[in-house]
């Protein structure tokens, strides 16, 4: 019965903790549910993609369905509660999987973990295989949805980041709890959980190991391929400048165009200086025209149209990219252009500089720009125009060709997301595709450098995951300024297109994981049973033999360890019933046993209650007399002796003479003065001389014994030492009429007895001396007070007299009656005359009131009213006593002044004629001072100083005899 109402506390308590469990769960998940759907608001409103409607709702629902939890648990339904709770758990992963790709195998995971972290917290042990199953059926349903769902999900690289984050802490915090809990759980559930973490974590770690090292060669793969796309891309771009170099080269050697620009330079001035002013006022003509958007000014008009600017336009034609070309004399002054441009001077111009190089000549090749005139990003290219007859630089060809044929080798697919873009190595870094030309991202610029040691690099463009590769412009004919370029090519791909097939195969692993931890998990449920049955049966058989069935025996099932513990137990029940039957005697005797040293201890506790209250008796007692007698009285009647004596030491210390006795015959012994030798007479005379207690127990044969006639019932004695210290005062004796009446018990206790008796016989001594003493101290205080107030009775005035006319002094004694009578008691006195004088001759009432100081009456406050009705009340009368009591410490204090005063004057007297004596050196000075300060002092007519001369030994010994 006991055991049942123990296990049923127990639940109680178990299912108490696991519904604060569950409150604190179901509250944690209302609140981390506000948290997504805050994020995927925030991506609705910025991306307007419906899904993320879906997953606001789908996250948005966990909070009123964690708070319908709450409720039901707080009605104490707490395992629907729990239940609902790994559902809800499940909903929110089957919406996240549906909508979200790349989470489904950390979902699947965290799910089954969250419903065993759950399960262990919430749910009674018994249910606990019920929620592994159901968390397995869970993770199998998502991992089937993460393949077989039919159409498109969201990618966001944050969530399949946190996905794996929330995956590893969930692990982290199952693996916690698992190692906090594991011992509370059954053997069944110990097992299996075992097992089912043992294979999830197989499956998980298989799955990423997996995934780790596909996406490694996947993604190793990958680079490599990028790289000869990244080469050919460069290669393509390099060509198509190699070609557009060598059709202006071509264009250069056009007659009309070498003839216009021979014209031009035919013009020059031979002072340089001049034609720089000339050239210098052609400039300033044509930026007036270009602002008047003037092309019928002459100078402009007559560049517009000419023989070399219709070869332009004819190139143009055949090479639309060309927007605009222009041809300068030696000094950069424009001979040609097909469009009006800002300024007449380019030799001013980097691209000019750069193709004239001082005469020698060169290519240009510059990089992307936005061309104000064209209106479009072009690249300017410019090349020496040679005379052909002598090769010598008579001008320069420049042309702003378009980037659009550029972008169109940038639109050619690499793979499904891959791209090229061209990067141009100036400053700043800029980045052509197919977007327009942008800026280059300091991680973009850090992967090319990192790319000059490797074929492929990894990194993140904008939010997503890329494999990069790089490769230089290069031209097929080796040409020289397209292969100097700092330009690159680089092709890069986003991650996930490249691991997609990992991805699915990992897919497919977890899916396989979950399926093999559903087959471990029916496998461990099978040998757990098998292995925790016989543990289960012998811990019925223990429990039944803890109730009390000591007959019960264990089933020995096999010859293992749990067969060995069984057979065990089997010798240990044989064992423990034969001890009962053995103890069950030894408990019989030992119960005896106890039974006598409790009446032992009873008696002995009565016998110290006995002691205490003769103790307290005694230590109420004063008198040393009135003591001895009552200490022996209570002794006898609380112990029940036949005769208690008690004998004190004499002065001389050689007789212990009885003091005190209870008995008839004690009685008889104290009127004779009945005394022991000390060390000669008797038992006690024997323990006056040791001080050690002395027991007969049968006096007939104890050598020592005294027969006394007036106890002649004795049959046994006990004697014991009253000592204060290390002196013997006394010796108690006790008798009894019955032989062996004292055992070693009763000695401890008569022993402390003693010292009881010896403590109060020395108090009271103690406090008779003390009352001896500070009687004659009193009697010493109130000689002292008389002899000091009689020295003052002598003077000129003995008190005052005080009337409503005045007061005057008083230098002869009064003799009142009520004076008298004060004087004489000690009290105060009060007289009422009734209608005839008194002896004195006075008709008026009195009071006369001591004034006592210490006992000592020194005199009286006399006190007469002319009202003959007057009566003194009480109050008055205490009042008046009080009075008298202030006025009498007044009067001493006075006189004690007084007193101080003159010896003070004494003392400075004496110290003054001390010193005027210290101050002569002579002998016969210092005399003659003394005799003279003396004189003074005492004036006195005659003093001297006689000699002294010390007797002889003769005469001291003359004066003996």
Known sequence: MSQTVNSTVYEDEQATIQQQNLRRLAFLTAALAVIPAAFYTYLFVSQRDWRYLLLIVTFLVLIPASFWVIRRNQKGD????????????????????????????????????????????????????????????????????????????????????????????????????????????????????????????????????????????????????????????????????????????????????????????????????????????????????????????????????????????????SFPAHVEMMVTDVLGGLVAVTNRTSDYYQADEEWWQMAYNNGTGGIYIGVPEYDESARTNIIRIAVPVRDRATGSIIGILQTAYSITEIQQLLSQPVGETGKTEYVFLSEPVERLGLDGIQIAPPELIQALKDLEQRSYIELQLGQTDSILSAAPILSLNNKYAVDSLPWKAIVYQ???????????????????????????????????????????????????????NMEVQAQIASDDEIGYLANTFNELTTQIRQMLFGLEQRVAERTAELEQAIRRTEDRARELELVSEVAKAAASQQQPDALLSLVTSLVSEKFSFYHVGIFLIDENREYAVLRAANSPGGKRMLERQHRLKIGQEGIVGNVAQTGKPRIALDVGQDAVYFDNPDLPETRSEVALPLQTGDEIIGVLDVQSTEENAFSEENLKTLSILADQISIAIYNSRLVTDLQRALLEAQALQRQYLAQSWKSLTGRKYLGYHKTLAGGRPVNQTIQ??????????????????????????????????????????????????????????????????????????ALENARLFEETTRRALRERTVSEITTKIRSKTDPESMIQTALAELRQVLGASHVEILPYTPPSETQIAEKGK
């Open 494 to 548: 986003a991650k996930t297109e490249t691991i997609a097939p990992v991805q699915q195969q990992v897919r497919i692993i977890n899916l396989l994981g979950v399926i093999i931890s559903t087959i471990v998990s029916v496998m461990a449920i099978h040998i757990a049973r098998r292995l925790s049955k016989p543990i289960l049966d012998l811990t019925q058989t223990v429990e039944q033999f803890k109730a009390g």
């Open 78 to 317: 707490h395992i629907l509660a729990a239940w609902a709770l790994i559902g809800i758990i499940f909903y929110a992963a089957l919406g996240v999987v549906a909508l979200i790709s790349n989470v489904g195998s950390a979902v699947s995971i965290a799910t089954l973990i969250l419903a065993l972290f759950i399960g262990i917290q919430t749910l009674p042990q018994r249910l606990l295989m019920r929620v592994v199953f159901a968390g397995i059926f869970a993770s199998l349903i998502i991992g089937l949805e993460d393949i077989v769902i039919p159409y498109s999900r969201i990618f966001v690289p944050v969530v399949e980041q946190f996905s794996i984050t929330i995956t590893l802490f969930a692990i982290l915090a199952f693996l916690a709890l698992i190692i906090t809990q594991f011992g509370r759980l059954r053997l069944v559930n110990k097992i299996l959980v075992a097992y089912v973490s043992i294979a999830a974590l197989i499956s998980i770690a298989f799955g990423q190991v997996t995934s780790l090292v596909l996406t490694n060669i996947l993604t190793e793969n990958a680079g490599k391929s990028l790289q000869p796309v990244a080469q050919s891309r460069g290669q393509a771009l390099g060509s198509m400048l190699a070609q557009q170099i060598d059709a202006i080269q071509a264009l250069s050697t056009n007659a009309d165009i070498q003839w216009q620009i021979a014209r031009s330079n035919r013009t020059h001035d031979p002072d340089l200086q001049k034609e720089m002013e000339r050239i210098n006022r052609f400039d300033a003509i044509w930026r007036q025209a270009d602002a008047a958007n003037n092309n019928d000014q002459p100078l402009v008009n007559g560049r517009l149209y000419n023989l070399a600017s219709s070869q332009l336009r004819n190139f143009q034609q």
């Open 816 to 889: 009142r009656a009520e004076i008298v009578q004060a004087l004489t008691s000690g009290k105060y006195v009060t007289i009422y005359p009734k209608g005839s004088k008194t002896k004195d001759g006075d008709e008026t009432p009195a009071l006369a009131i001591p004034i006592r100081l210490r006992e000592q009456v020194i005199g009286v406050l006399n006190i007469r009213s002319q009202d003959p009705n007057r009566r003194w009340d009480e109050d008055e009368i205490a009042l008046l006593s009080s009075i008298s009591d202030r006025l009498a410490l």
